[in-house]
């Protein structure tokens, strides 16, 4: 249940969201691959906006980004 959930929001709130901010992504289960580095701030509050609507606290991991 709680993957359907998540499901869920990925797919019907926060891609649409990244759409229409114009951010280009590829998305991986629950994870976002993006190109530019600058977008990482507004993807990251995005994330959190959404899952917090679901009063979810999501866990954000940018470790790969700072290798």
């Not at 580095?37 to 700072?66: A, H, S, T, V, W």
Request: proline share 4%; charged share 35%; glycine share 2%.
């Amino acid at each position: 249940m709680l993957q359907g959930v998540e499901s869920y929001i990925w797919i019907e709130n926060i891609l649409p969201e990244l759409d229409k901010m114009g951010i280009v992504y590829h998305p991986i289960h629950d994870s976002v691959i993006f190109k530019k580095k600058e977008d990482i701030e507004r993807i990251e509050l995005k994330i959190e906006e959404m899952f917090y609507q679901f009063r979810i606290n999501p866990k954000i991991n940018l470790e790969n980004l700072k290798k």
